[in-house]
């Protein structure tokens, strides 16, 4: 079996090499030349699998270590028999991770507590439940927004945009790209939406770039009608709008599904698609897992206010992040490419908390020493 995978992939190399025969190059190097040979590609999003790159090639599977797949051509796939496998849910907990360290972040800059605000959740898929259980840990009043789970459950639960506009203090998306069908998420968030937002919330996008219109977004940002923007993703990446930059409170070049963690779930679900395509069994999968965190004993006692908003960000903040990206907008991509990947909450252990902060702690997910 010939593989060919990008070499940025982490914990991958030399775990599937007793089976198969393994290239890794960089996302420049895959070409129909390289391609043409091989059984299976492991990709990750920019990596685009198209016409152009797999024509004429022996490709039967591409795996890609990532929840998207929009930079797979899977309608040619499906015409030609390629199956293509993705990795859903897989950085689940990390984009969740993200999203709450940046509501902690902005909360201790404004002064603004977290409890009893009303965040609106655009997407309530892997991460969109994971969010939704992290902002009722924090005392979050919650709005779920999912017109396809709404289509198949019933509308009990589920509220629409125009209520969320109206209502929401924090609006978060977490929907796939999408441009057909039903639901298409392209420029969901457009001039429309956004003149209709009453209470100057808080906006993230740590999904897709797309989803937001920049240009509406950018004439929101200008007239109040959002008050602080969280952006991990942009349209047209990795050349960012400059001017939208600016008027970021946060600003991360894509990698809020970054974790150590994830990283690994997504490359044990590429080589897991692969033994069950080829039937070929990879004894050492079970080596594919993240590093222990630095400093993974979190000791409450240490600060005396806003303990568990410091917790969470002992895990990931995204203010160095921030601060790397605003120095150097054109190296957005070498900044995913070298990003040092955190671990999640359930790398840590947490001393010293209260009962109070036991429950709240303990329903994130992290381990408790002496609740």
């Known amino acids: 079996m010939r593989i060919i995978a990008d070499d940025t992939i982490p914990y991958l190399k030399g775990i599937a090499e007793p089976v198969a025969e393994v290239t890794y190059l960089d996302s420049k190097s895959f070409t129909p030349e390289r391609v043409k040979e091989a059984d299976v590609l492991i990709v990750r999003s920019i990596d685009k699998c198209t016409p152009a790159l797999l024509a004429g090639s022996r490709v039967k599977l591409i795996t890609t270590a990532t929840i998207g797949f929009d930079h797979i051509d899977t309608h040619y796939c499906e015409q030609t028999g390629i199956v293509w496998k993705n990795a859903p849910g897989c950085n689940a907990a990390s984009v969740a991770q993200y999203v709450l360290a940046g ?211 002992h895990t990931f903040s995204p203010e160095r992040v921030d601060r790397t990206l605003r120095a150097d907008p054109d190296g957005f991509e070498w900044q995913r490419n070298h990003y040092a990947h955190p671990r999640e909450f359930s790398a840590y252990q947490v001393r010293h908390a209260t009962v109070e902060e036991a429950n709240c702690l303990h329903q994130l997910g992290f381990n408790l020493l002496d609740a």
């Open 103 to 313: 509501l902690v972040t902005l909360s201790l800059r404004t002064g603004v507590p977290l409890r009893g605000k009303t965040i609106g959740i655009v997407g309530v898929g892997h991460v969109g439940r994971i969010v939704e259980n992290h902002c009722q840990a924090m005392g979050m009043r919650v709005l779920r927004n999912d017109p396809p789970r709404a289509a198949v459950e019933g509308t009990d639960g589920f509220a629409s945009l125009e209520q969320i506009a109206e209502e929401a203090d924090v609006i978060t998306l977490h929907v796939p790209f999408t441009k057909e069908g039903r639901y298409p998420t392209y420029h969901l968030v457009d001039a429309h939406l956004l003149q209709r937002l009453a209470k100057r919330p808080w906006l993230f996008n740590s999904c897709r770039g797309a989803v937001h219109d920049t240009e509406a977004l950018l004439t929101a940002k200008r007239t109040g009608k959002v008050s602080e923007l969280v952006l991990d993703c942009w349209e047209h990446e990795p050349t960012i709008s400059r001017e939208l930059l600016a008027m970021t409170t946060l600003a991360t070049p894509h990698i809020a599904g970054f974790s150590a963690d994830g990283k690994a779930n997504g490359t044990r679900a590429c080589l897991q698609a692969i033994e069950q395509c080829f039937d070929v069994h990879f004894e050492r999968l079970p080596q594919v897992q993240p590093p222990a965190p630095q400093d993974p004993l979190i000791d409450l006692d240490q600060w005396t206010t806003h303990r568990i908003e410091q917790a969470i960000l």
